[in-house]
């Protein structure tokens, strides 16, 4: 007697998710394996769409275990691509079983999907998953290799450009044409088109002010407005697109001999440095890194590069204000210590210094390295080493979607040699490089490990630091969702210890990531389920909230050009009392540089209309309960937080939004 399985699949929404290819499906049991059954196309299998139909088989086919999806060419017509969202079968005794695919078909192919509960290798229990298993990894890591872009940073997927990704890697076409790095429309955009060829410098900021209209992005016109201003200038290292420099002073280095007679006036009356220092209100910048970086050429000009630390104080009135500021990093004669009581010319200048050191270590490093090549790491690895079926696979692939295509990008056009960087700024050509290698010298897990870094950093009390109330409050969300989805596939430690693929997978991710040193503190295995919660945190947290706490303000802070100069023409003043305000402009980047810099910064903030928010799930590769309420529980949290964010923000001057849940995407895809 005939048995009949009820099967539906499901087409993804996207354009071009659909197809009218010849596609035909099977059925894989625990007893026997079905016929292959054609599903007539035209129609049927349009974007968005789910197609339902019997299968019919001689025998009873046992525990549906896998389901296949053959996709075939028509004859004289151009490929047509599939993206199946996934498959449903319903068995004879009514039990519905969810198999997850999410992935591409192209060309003539085949694509074997397992039944959507999570599982260890360990669980798979007959001989056809575990061969199901080999082949999967072997597919993929076939796919995705590593590869090295220059020695010393992080390896990176095998791809010159985003076009030879696999399809699953790449945007679709909706996200494609949004997001398509276009400075030319860029230039259009904002009305810079006559400016991206000249060779001039700015006369005034007066010209600045008049060549892009920021009267509509409201922090960018509360950036023209205050960027003088001392409180404004330490309110950026707390809550500006670059938040995690500011550290703690406990004493001051012989380096920067900053003496409490310089700083009286700053500090006021009835106080002196070290009772301050004492107290915990002073904190420090020190831009050292880029120390003997050399300093790009741009069009046969030389540009200049210097490394300097900033002094600041946490004062009464709870705002941080800097009192000192040395602009290289050895003292002496040649080497002033900048005060506010200096000139206002040379204040501003030395000011100026600090946000051009500051601009090169947000793009090159809080943006690039540490958030997207780390993500990039992240994703190779768990592609390589976890098979869909992996818990961990489900829990992270939704927030290391499209980092490979954007990183691809990045590496063509940002990176490369000729790209945004060497146009445009100071540390373009060699420096570049240099400055990644030597930060991957310094990087420590810790770092990456929020309330760990901010321990460090000695920032737990510094008064209106939003960016780290705010990113706490995500972190422990993110944190609090894991160990719920750990708990439920790994029962004691010894089973996050005997699961070969979390350990596999983490050594991939030292060594291929992490260049393999041990002085970085980064696992190389996980023994532990606290080991494998805060791992798996830190990785979610540096693919949402790290992201965009210094990605989505980028337009807001940098488009300003003096507040954020990508490159200084001038070298840095050796003395005190001999700079104007031409000085000024003639030092701040010209014109041509000015309009690179902020188109890049324009098309690099955009928000696709697709974009996927902090935790939410658009492919449900969960399909049991317990993960799903898990999700549940997750979004609840995430409200939570909006409500707590906004109230925070009703009684602020310059709202802080940029880790509000709802403007946080899932992965890093910008
Ligand atoms: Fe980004």
Redesign the pocket.
């Known amino acids: 007697m005939s048995v009949t399985y009820e099967v539906t699949v499901a087409t993804g929404g996207s354009i071009q998710a659909g197809t009218i290819d010849k596609i035909s499906v099977s059925l894989v049991g625990s007893l026997s394996n079905s016929d292959k059954f054609r599903i007539w196309t035209l129609f049927n299998l349009s974007p968005g769409s789910t197609k339902t139909m019997n299968i019919e088989s001689e025998d009873n086919l046992g525990e549906i275990l896998l389901v296949k999806l053959y996709k075939d060419a028509r004859l004289l017509i151009p490929e047509d691509s599939w993206y199946c969202q996934y498959v449903t079968v319903k068995a004879p005794n009514n039990a519905v079983h969810n198999f997850p695919c999410y992935s591409w078909l192209v060309g003539e192919s085949s694509l074997t999907v397992i039944e959507g509960k999570a599982r260890r290798k360990c669980e798979y229990q007959y001989p056809i998953l575990e061969e199901h298993w080999v082949n999967e990894i072997q597919s993929r890591q076939e796919a995705y290799q590593w590869s090295t872009f220059v020695p010393g940073i992080p390896r990176n997927i095998k791809a010159e450009s985003a076009s030879d990704l696999p399809k699953d890697a790449q945007f679709t076409l909706d996200r494609k044409l949004y997001l398509i790095f276009d400075l030319d429309s860029a230039f259009l955009d904002l009305g810079m088109n006559s400016l991206k060829d000249s060779q001039k410098m700015w006369n005034n900021l007066e010209e600045v002010q008049k060549s892009v209209d920021l009267s509509k992005v409201p922090v960018a016109a509360y950036v023209v407005k205050h960027w003088k201003e001392d409180t404004f200038f330490g309110y950026q290292y707390m809550n500006g697109s670059n938040p995690q420099l500011i550290k703690q002073c406990t004493h001051i280095p012989s380096k920067f001999p900053v003496t409490d007679e310089m700083v009286s006036s700053s500090l006021g009356p009835g106080t002196s440095l070290q009772e301050e220092l004492q107290k915990g209100n002073i904190y420090i910048v020190d831009y050292e890194i880029l120390h003997g970086i050399p300093a790009n050429s741009i069009l046969g000009k030389q540009q200049y590069l210097e490394a300097p630390m900033c002094l600041l104080y946490s004062n009464p009135e709870n705002d941080l204000i800097p009192i000192a500021i040395q602009i290289r990093q050895e003292p002496g004669p040649q080497n002033p210590i900048f005060l506010p009581s200096d000139g206002k010319y040379d204040w501003c200048l030395a000011k100026i210094w600090v946000r051009h050191a500051d601009a090169q270590i947000h793009q090159l490093l809080s943006?690039l390295l540490e958030?997207?090549l780390f993500a990039e790491i992240f994703c190779v690895a768990t592609l390589r080493k976890l098979p869909n079926a992996h818990p961990l696979f489900k829990l992270l692939m939704p927030h290391l979607k499209y980092t490979l295509h954007?990183n691809t990008g990045a590496r063509e056009l940002l990176i490369s040699d000729g790209g945004v960087i060497d146009k445009a700024f100071s540390t373009g050509g060699a420096g570049k490089v240099q400055i990644l290698q030597r930060a991957m010298d310094q990087i420590t897990y810790s770092y990456l490990c929020l309330p760990e870094d901010l321990a460090s950093r000695g920032v737990e009390r510094l008064p209106k630091y939003y960016y780290r109330d705010d990113a706490l409050k995500i972190w422990f969300a993110i944190n609090r969702f894991v160990e719920n989805i750990v708990k439920i596939y790994y029962k004691d430690d010894a089973t996050v210890l005997d699961d070969s693929e979390i350990q596999e997978w983490a050594t991939e991710i030292f060594t291929e990531g992490f260049l393999a040193r041990q002085s970085s503190g980064f696992p190389t295995m996980l023994q532990t389920r606290a080991e494998l919660i805060k791992f798996l945190t830190m990785i979610i947290f540096t693919c949402s909230g790290r992201?965009a706490a210094?990605?989505t303000g980028q337009f807001d802070w940098g488009s300003w050009m003096p507040n954020n100069p990508s490159t200084m023409q001038k070298p840095a003043p050796s003395e005190k009392g001999k700079t104007g305000m031409f000085d000024i402009m003639c030092t701040l980047p010209g014109i041509q540089g000015t309009a690179i810099v902020v188109a890049t910064i324009y098309l690099?903030s955009k928000t696709s209309p697709s974009a996927t928010k902090l935790g939410t799930y658009v492919e449900e590769r969960f399909t049991e309960a317990e993960p799903r309420a898990c999700i549940e529980t997750f979004q609840k949290d995430l409200q939570q937080i909006t409500l707590e964010i906004e109230k925070r923000n009703e009684s602020l001057e310059l709202k802080y939004e940029y880790l509000l849940p709802d403007l946080i995407e899932n992965s890093?895809a910008?």
């Open positions: 943006h958030t997207h954007i992201h210094v990605n690099l890093i910008i």
